[in-house]
């Protein structure tokens, strides 16, 4: 995997993309698109987009796609599934969209082990909006609503969704400083909807520089301190990891 080569699944020749120079969002997409070509999935999938900035994708991949309401990507996903069983429904959300808004969504998708994949790109904040205070920011994270620093408790989103069954599922939170990491939680999460028929969801930790007012280096540094509360890696399996 080269870093500059493109996922075919990308419309990239008719669509320029619309992120913010230094966005993660990019490489989660480099990582997904790379899974989907390299799966032969183009022509049986379906992307759900929340409101945020994963939205600047909408027509970006040749892949059926649809932007849906904040916080309301996981229910019309679940319901695309639900007359296309033999698609692949990924829902890809915010942490705002799937921590907050549209967390009863997400937990219900979870406990009726729905059959599809969510990605939740947690950068700490309502990135879409101006950088306000998400319920992943960082304790004493300065935001557009937190100016003398957020909340003293985050959300362990990825670990309650785990905990919260005794059953097999596949949750993982990567980071988009390791593509190739995050590359392989992603394709594990796809291959567990498509073989187990079951729930999966990959965290992904990623950048936001222009609400984070950070320059490249701060910005790493800044990915660094939140692995530090949001540790990397997949957290179950099976039951019991047998
Ligand atoms: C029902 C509803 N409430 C609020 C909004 C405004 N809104 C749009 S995007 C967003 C937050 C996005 O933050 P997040 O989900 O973390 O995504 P990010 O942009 O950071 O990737 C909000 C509050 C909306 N569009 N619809
Ligand atoms: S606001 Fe943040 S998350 Fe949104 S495109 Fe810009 S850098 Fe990316
Ligand atoms: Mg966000």
Redesign the pocket.
């Known amino acids: 995997m080269s870093d500059l080569t493109v996922p075919k699944c990308w419309k990239l020749s008719s669509k320029p993309h619309n992120f913010c120079p230094g966005c993660g ?1 990019p490489i989660m997409y480099k990582a997904l698109g790379e899974n989907i070509d390299e799966m032969k999935l183009q022509n049986k999938t379906f992307i759900g987009l ?6 600047l994708s909408w027509d970006f991949f040749n892949v059926d796609t649809m932007q849906t ?4 990507t996981i229910p019309v996903v679940v319901g695309f599934k639900k007359v296309q069983p033999d698609s692949v429904g990924i829902a890809i ?10 967390a009863q969504h997400l937990i219900n998708a979870r406990m009726r082990n729905e059959p599809m994949t969510v990605i939740v ?3 700490a ?5 101006g ?2 205070e ?1 319920p ?1 920011s960082l304790p004493g994270q300065i935001t557009s609503t937190s100016v003398t620093g957020a909340d003293q408790h985050i959300i362990q989103g990825s670990r309650m969704l785990t905990e919260m069954l005794d059953d097999e599922v596949y949750i993982a939170r990567g980071s988009v400083d390791n593509l190739i990491q995050l590359k392989t939680f992603i394709k594990r999460a796809l291959e567990w909807q498509i073989n187990k028929k079951g729930f999966s969801l990959v965290e992904v930790l ?1 950048f ?1 520089p222009t ?1 984070w007012h950070t320059d490249a280096k701060q910005t790493r540094a800044f990915l660094n301190t939140m692995k530090q509360r949001y540790p990397v890696g997949e957290f179950k399996l099976k039951k019991n990891k047998e």
């Open positions: 969002y929340d409101i945020g900035c994963a939205l309401h904040h916080g309301r959300v915010g942490d705002g969209g799937g921590y907050a808004i549209g790109v947690n950068n904040v309502y990135g879409m909006t950088g306000q998400a992943t990623s936001c609400n």
